[in-house]
Nanobody
Framework: EVQLVESGGGLVQPGGFLRLSCAAS????????MSWVRQGPGKGLEWVSA????????SYADSVKGRFTISRDNAKNTVYLQMNSLKPEDTAVYRC??????????????????WGQGTQVTVYP
């Protein structure tokens, strides 16, 4: 059974930081590109960041560039999102997603092969 389980979300003040984790199982994690997407209250799905299968190439949405860092540990089947200098507009449910042949910058879940249930991040004044 394929599983992607996110953790690390929570409540944080503006300027604070969180580190999200996504533990994968049930598929060959090391050959998939991994992404983080988010959906804020009343908003559509937004692509946040992506990393290639080996971890050597990363990309970020302009809204998070310079503040967020994506990384992965293929030995642990886990992808991370370090989020610094958090802003209220970062409030959202964050999901990780996996794609083998599709675009890792897609902003629709159906374009990925697998995705998790998400973890809530709330940045409050």
């Amino acid at each position: 059974e394929v599983q992607l389980v996110e953790s690390g979300g929570g409540l944080v003040q503006p300027g604070g930081f969180l580190r999200l984790s996504c533990a994968a199982s049930g598929f060959t994690f090391s050959i998939y590109a991994m992404s983080w997407v988010r959906q804020g209250p009343g908003k559509g799905l937004e692509w946040v960041s992506a990393i290639n299968s080996e971890g050597g190439s990363t990309s970020y949405a302009d809204s998070v560039k310079g503040r967020f860092t994506i990384s992965r540990d293929n030995a642990k089947n886990t992808v991370y999102l370090q989020m610094n200098s958090l802003k209220p507009e970062d409030t959202a449910v964050y999901r990780c997603a996996a794609t083998l042949y599709g675009s890792p910058t897609a902003s629709a879940l159906y374009e990925y092969d697998y995705w998790g249930q998400g973890t809530q991040v709330t940045v409050y004044p």
